[in-house]
């Protein structure tokens, strides 16, 4: 449950909302993207201000599981959006190859998902997101499930993604560290009914390697979050992951 969401996100940024399990994330993320309808009030989605096209922007969702098909390999799983969109097998599972390799998983086309390690099939996942070339890309904790030394390798990746891309990202995710590390600005939502308690900016350098989660700023921005948690008694159920 959602209560007086106000929001609104410019094309191109990276958002992470951030919040105690159950308070409304995902089902904001689902709102954005058409799964579900919210009972009151309205979403819009519109290019950016230069844009001259008038067609809704292209959007992708990657779920926590990375849901591929078993009995696909891993370019055909990546080709699949684009065969539903009734592209060739041949022209799809070419154009498959570029996101595959933005992934760095230019080497295992012909693998299927169980021969994969967590941490793969989660990139052959953002990789299908990619192959549509969306302009806004959402993210329920994709890397939830991975350890950590993974989750922060991916994490790097997927902000280089979105630094060569531009694409506007919404990132949910339970750790306070992947999203002061991951996003521009941070939305902290309450205990349910969810309602955003801090709308944060964080003012950190725009390309960031591992160094940056030593840094003060990283740390007194984790802080921050973390503080913003407890002062809205929305801690209980949060992972407090630094």
Same mark, same amino acid.
């Given at each position: 449950?959602?209560?007086?969401?106000?929001?609104?996100?410019?094309?191109?940024?990276? +958002?992470?909302?951030?919040?105690?399990?159950?308070?409304?994330?995902?089902?904001?993320?689902?709102?954005?993207?058409?799964?579900?309808?919210?009972?009151?009030?309205?979403?819009?989605?519109?290019?950016?201000?230069?844009?001259?096209?008038?067609?809704?922007?292209?959007?992708? !969702?990657? !779920?926590?599981?990375?849901?591929?098909?078993?009995?696909?390999?891993?370019?055909?799983?990546?080709?699949?959006?684009?065969?539903?969109?009734?592209?060739?097998?041949?022209?799809?599972?070419?154009? /498959?190859?570029?996101?595959?390799?933005?992934?760095?998983?230019?080497?295992?086309?012909?693998?299927?998902?169980?021969?994969?390690?967590?941490?793969?099939?989660?990139?052959?996942?953002?990789?299908?997101?990619?192959?549509?070339?969306?302009?806004?890309?959402?993210?329920?904790?994709?890397?939830?499930?991975?350890?950590?030394?993974?989750?922060?390798?991916?994490?790097?990746?997927?902000?280089?993604?979105?630094?060569?891309?531009?694409?506007?990202?919404?990132?949910?995710?339970?750790?306070? /560290?992947?999203?002061?590390?991951?996003?521009?600005?941070?939305?902290?939502?309450?205990?349910?009914?969810?309602?955003?308690?801090?709308?944060?900016?964080?003012?950190?350098?725009?390309?960031?390697?591992?160094?940056?989660?030593?840094?003060?700023?990283? +740390?007194?921005?984790?802080?921050?979050?973390?503080?913003?948690?407890?002062?809205?008694? /929305?801690?209980?159920?949060?992972?407090?992951?630094?």
């Amino acid at each position: 449950m959602l209560q007086n969401i106000d929001l609104e996100l410019e094309a191109g940024s990276f +958002v992470a909302l951030v919040g105690p399990s159950g308070c409304g994330k995902s089902t904001l993320l689902r709102f954005i993207s058409g799964l579900e309808a919210p009972s009151t009030g309205t979403i819009s989605l519109a290019r950016g201000v230069n844009s001259q096209l008038m067609t809704p922007p292209r959007l992708a !969702f990657v !779920f926590q599981d990375a849901q591929l098909l078993p009995w696909r390999t891993v370019l055909d799983n990546v080709a699949l959006p684009l065969e539903l969109q009734t592209m060739s097998r041949k022209e799809a599972r070419e154009r /498959a190859k570029h996101p595959l390799s933005e992934v760095e998983l230019g080497d295992v086309h012909d693998r299927f998902p169980d021969q994969l390690s967590g941490g793969m099939r989660m990139r052959v996942s953002i990789a299908r997101a990619l192959v549509t070339e969306p302009e806004i890309l959402l993210l329920d904790e994709p890397f939830a499930a991975l350890d950590e030394l993974t989750r922060q390798r991916l994490d790097e990746r997927l902000h280089r993604l979105w630094l060569a891309r531009k694409m506007t990202v919404v990132f949910v995710t339970h750790a306070l /560290a992947e999203a002061v590390f991951l996003a521009e600005r941070v939305l902290v939502m309450s205990k349910r009914p969810g309602r955003i308690v801090l709308d944060h900016e964080l003012g950190l350098p725009e390309r960031r390697g591992m160094e940056l989660r030593t840094q003060p700023a990283f +740390v007194r921005q984790t802080a921050l979050l973390y503080a913003a948690l407890a002062e809205h008694g /929305a801690l209980d159920d949060q992972e407090q992951k630094t």
